[in-house]
C-alpha cells in the first residue's frame, strides 16, 4: 500500500511537497534579508519560516524563542511567565499538534520531545541562550525529513547557533525590572570567517514569581567553536544549565471564581499550609487542592557535540556530529496527601530524572546532474531513570527543606525505573532542479526498542515494546511563477515512536494493562499531512498563503485515574483519528524609513473523528466525535508594528487567540483574548565596536487578566478540572546593552 502510495505522489509530483532537511539550508546571513522580519522560506517545497536572532533580542531580554515564534500562522504558544521559560507551563502547539508531537533541534542534536517529564531531551531553553541562537526555522508541516526527531507528527522547530565572523569582541546586556527581575549576559566572540572562529558566553537570570512566594531562577553557560582544516570544517558546541523554578498553584474556572487569578501555592506561609493540611482552612480556601505548601522544578543539564563537515570530491559533501547529553532533574510538590514519618500531615513528593544518552548523526550529500541526491543515518542510546520519592518535612515550625535545592534522604520510593531507548532513524532523498520546477522526493524511517526495568516497581508496568516503520514517504513541488512567486505544495507521511517514562506512554499503566497493550497490539500515532500553498516577496511586500489537510491516526490517550497530585497510573489506548482542516497567510510590508507592519492569520478546524470507548466490566462511551481537539483555537491573529532608524527603535504586537476548550466533550472552555506586548528603545554611538543601546519592554501592556497555559495537569472528558494557569500581568524591564 505505501509502494503505491509512494508512485501516485511521484507521478502527481505538481500536487505534493516534503519536508526536507537538506532543503539548502541557509547560514543567518544567506537567510535574512536586510529589514525583513519573517523569511517566508522561498524556493522551499514545504512551509516553512525562519526568524532571525533580532526577533528575539527586542523582545524582553531572556524571552524564550518559542515566545517569539508565536507570532507565525498555525503556532499557539502558552505561558505563565512573562518570558516563556517558565516549564511546567510552557506549551506550544502547530496546527493542534501539542508540543510532544513536534521535532526540536539545535544544529541538527535532537532535544528530544520537549515534555515536562523530561525523559528523552531537554527544552531549547536550557540548551542555548537566546542571544546566540542565529536562526530559528518553523516548519508548519510534519517537518523536515532528516530532522533527529521520531516524534514529529506535526511541525519541526530548527534552532541553528550564532556563527560569529567580525574578529574579536565581546557583547554584554543587563536586565532590571518587575518582581525585582535581574538578569546579566555577556559574550566574547573571537575569529574571521575564514579561521578559527567562535565564542563563549554566560547568563544568569532571577526573577521573583509574580504572585505567591519563590524565585525563578537559572544560570548557563554556552560556548562554540569552528576550525577550518584545509577545506574540511570542524565545530565543536558546549552548553551547561543549572534551572530551579518554583511552581504556580494550577487552577480551575471554579478555582478562578473564587480564590481569583492570584491566588498561588502557601510558600512562604508554612504554618497555613500545616493547618489546611490538618483540615483547617482559612476561607475562601475549602480543600485540601486549593493550594499546596510549595513545589518546584529544577534540572541541571550538560549537551555537548563534536562534528565535521567535509567535502569528498567535486559535488560531494560528508557531515557527520556526535553529542552527548546529561540530566539530573527533579520536580517536588508538597503533598498533603502523605504524611512524614516525623509526625507532619505532609510531605514532599518527587519525580526525579536523571539522563545520560549519546548519539551520532550524519548525511552524505551528492550533486549527480539536476539531481541533489542525500542519505543520512541517526542512532542514540538513552540511559534513562526515574523515580518518585516522598522526603519529610523537619518539624511543626520548620519545614527543614528549601524546594529550591535537591531533595536528598527520602523516607520512601514509591517506584524506582531505569529505561533504555535505541533509536535508529535513516533517510533517502533526492532533489531534481529542473529550471523554474523544483520537486523532491523522499522518504524515512526508524525503528525504536524501549525497555523498563524495575529496581522498585508499585504498580507500574515493566518490560520491552517496539516502534518500527521503515517508509515513511515524502513528496513535494515548487515552481516559480516569476522572479517574485512561487507555488508548493506536499505531502508528507509520519509517525510517532513510544515514548520510554514511567509518567507517560505504555510503561505508565499498570503491568496489566501494559500486557493488554501488548496483547491487543497498540499502535504507534500516525499522520498524513498535505498542503498547498504560495509565495510572493518583492522589495516591499513578503508573503505566504497556504492551506492543509490533515489526517491523524492511532491516537494514544492516556486517561488519568486521579487528580495530578496523587500520581495515580493511566490508562493507556488507541483512540481513533483527527482531522484537521486549516488556512495561513502571513506577510510583512516595508514601508520605508525603517517602518514596517508584519500580520498573520490562522484557521483551524481540529476533530476527534472517533468516540472512546473507556475498557470494563461496563465499556464506557465517552461521546467526542465531531468535538473540537482540546488546546485548538480556531482563530490565531497576531499583528506588530516596528520602526528602527539609526537610534530610535521599537516595536508594539498584538496577539488574539480565540476559544480554547480543555476538555474532549468540549463542555468546558477558556475565553479568547488579547494580549499586547510593546518595546522602545535608543542606540547611542559613543565610539565603540556597537553602540550603546536602552531598552524598555512591556509584557501584557494593558494588564489583561486571563488563563494562559491550559492542560497542565492533562485534559478531562467533562467538567471543570484543576489544569489551568493564569498569564503574567503587565509587567516591565529596562535593558542596557553594550558592544565593545
Known sequence: ??????????????????AFAQDAIPTADE?????????????????????????????????????????????????????????????????????????????????????YGNNNGLHIGRAIAPENIGVTRVSQGAGSIGTQSTNNLGGTLEFFSLDPVDGFGADANLTYGSENTVRAFARVNFGESDGIRGFISGTYHNAEKWKGGGDQRNWMINAKAIIPVGEAEFDAYFSYSDRAEQDYQDLSLEMISRLGYDHDNYS?????????????????????????????????????????????????????KAYYHDNTGQGTWGTPYVASPTGLPMSVRTTEYDIQRGGVFGSLEA?????????????????????RRFYAYESLTNPGRDHQKFMRNPFFTQWLFDFNTDTLQYHVQDKISMGDLTINLGWKGFQVNNEADPRVQGSLAAGKIKSRDWFQPHAGVAYKLSGNAEVFGGFTQATRAFVSSATSGPFSTTQAGFNALRARGLKPEE?????LGARFNNSTFNGVLGVYYVNFRNRLLGIPTGPGIVGNPS?????????????????????????????SYSYNDATYRDD??????V??????????????????????????????????GANYMSKRYFTYTNDQSVGSRVIVDATLGYRFDLGMRKPVEVQLNATNLFDKRYVSTIGSNGFGNSGDNQTLLAGAPQQFFVTAKVGF
Open 31 to 115: 537567510s535574512t534579508a536586510e529589514n525583513e522580519i519573517v523569511v517566508f522560506g522561498q524556493g522551499q517545497t514545504r512551509q516553512v519560516q525562519e526568524l532571525k536572532t533580532e526577533d528575539v533580542t527586542i523582545l524582553a531580554p531572556g524571552t524564550s524563542p518559542l515566545k517569539a515564534i508565536e507570532k507565525l500562522p498555525s503556532v499557539n504558544f502558552q505561558s505563565a511567565d512573562p518570558f516563556g521559560t517558565y516549564e511546567w507551563s510552557s506549551r506550544v502547539t502547530i496546527r493542534g499538534f501539542n508540543q510532544n508531537q513536534l521535532g526540536y533541534t539545535l544544529d541538527g542534536i535532537p532535544l528530544g520531545d520537549s515534555t
Open 367 to 387: 550533486e549527480v546532474g539536476d539531481h541533489t541526491i542525500s542519505v543520512g543515518g541517526w542512532y542514540e542510546h538513552n540511559d534513562f531513570t526515574q523515580a
Open 619 to 652: 465499556p464506557l462511551t465517552i461521546p467526542i466525535k465531531g468535538k473540537s481537539v482540546v488546546d485548538t483555537p480556531k482563530h490565531l491573529l497576531k499583528g506588530e508594528i516596528a520602526y528602527d532608524s539609526d537610534s530610535l527603535f521599537g516595536r508594539i
Open 527 to 531: 499522520s498524513d499531512t498535505y498542503e
Open 1 to 18: 500500500m505505501r509502494t503505491a502510495t509512494l508512485f501516485l505522489l511521484t507521478t502527481s509530483a505538481l500536487f505534493s511537497a516534503p
Open 571 to 599: 490508562i493507556l489506548q488507541n483512540v481513533g483519528s483527527v482531522r484537521s482542516l486549516g488556512f495561513e497567510a502571513a506577510g510583512d510590508v516595508r514601508l520605508g524609513g525603517g517602518l514596517t507592519l508584519f500580520a
Open 612 to 617: 472512546v470507548i473507556v475498557p470494563g466490566v
Open 268 to 320: 512562604p506561609d508554612y504554618a497555613t499550609a500545616i493547618r489546611a493540611a490538618q483540615g483547617i482552612f482559612v476561607a475562601p480556601i475549602n480543600n485540601l487542592d486549593d493550594s499546596y505548601y510549595d513545589a518546584s522544578g529544577l534540572r541541571k543539564d550538560t549537551l555537548a557535540a563534536y562534528g565535521l563537515t567535509a567535502p569528498l570530491g567535486e559535488g560531494v559533501t560528508f557531515k557527520i
